[in-house]
């Protein structure tokens, strides 16, 4: 048994492969813990999933051809790898695993720099700075996509994207979410930090589409949208007149995948990956800001893999999607 170090942070699309990895390890005898940025969004998921917690300080590193990095970040970026170092030079860790993300890259540096073993995983079909930057003195490099741009060939080893493998009886999930059980159900979720674009323009596409009472030719709808929590505010009062709209700042992902017959969604792997699990087919919309354009790889990697999708933590045979 030896501990295994998750460096990770961020953005959910970061944090919850490392929270299914750290699940996996500790069912396989290992002792597994989160280390992350203080105070971010890690801390709380470490908190709700009953993971431990490092907490480290982390900056954000400015990406190739968006000017110079800011100091003050870089001055926080180098005050996490100290301390990442003083908590790993007291643990001696087994491994440490980074999953990308700024918050991640104190955790790996810290651990090579102490000659460490580390290991990446890369969830994006573009690898990330970050991972750029510790890909060379990593051991190996785990990939969620067959084909990742800007990995050295020989370097990458496919083994899926982790997800949390949970799935809750449909009636259950829909209890849990305070939704109603017969009408067909739409989720809408931006990603973890919500989808400003999605915000504006879903609410009033849909009541033009299923009107006031919310129906389809098909029967009832209703739909749950995670507008991220910063959004919500401007969100629920343009649907507050239609009962069969719930706005959330931010939902349970495994009730809501559960729960849900269809989704529209950006393309971070996370939602992807969760989506193919449960087998709600998706209506994509990838983020065109995202670093490098990688939502749109990621998009067109998995568009015509059918309803079912690929299992995780598993290589995906012939390319994408496992029809079930
Ligand atoms: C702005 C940003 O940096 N986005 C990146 C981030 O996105 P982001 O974190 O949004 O990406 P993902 O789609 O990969 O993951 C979202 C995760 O949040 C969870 N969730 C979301 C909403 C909610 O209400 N409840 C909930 O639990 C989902 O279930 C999923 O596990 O990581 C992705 C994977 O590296 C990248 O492709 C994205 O470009």
Redo the contacts with the bound molecule.
Sequence with gaps: MSLVVMATG?????I?PAVATARELMARGHEALLLGQRGGMEERVAAEQGLPFQGVDAGKLARSGQGRPDPRELLRAVRGVAEARAFLSRTRPGAVVGF?GFASLPGVLAAQSLGLPTVLHE??ARLGLTQRLAAGRARAVGTAYPKVVGLPEGKATMVGMPVREERLPRAEALARLGLRDGPLTLLV?G???GSLALNNAVPDVLRGIFGETGTSPEGPVQVLH?TGPRWLEEVAPRVADLPWYHAVG????VA?WSASDLAIT???????A?AAFHGVPLVMVP?PE??EN??LH?ALSVQGAGRGGWLSNQPWPGGWGRRC
């Excluded at 961020?10 to 970061?14: E, P, S």
């Excluded at 950006?266 to 992807?272: D, H, I």
């Design positions: 961020g953005t959910g699309g970061h919850y990308g969830q994006n979720m990603g973890s930090q995670s931010y939902t349970d992902a809501a950006r393309a971070g792997t996370g939602t992807l969760e983020l995202s670093a990688h939502q990621n």
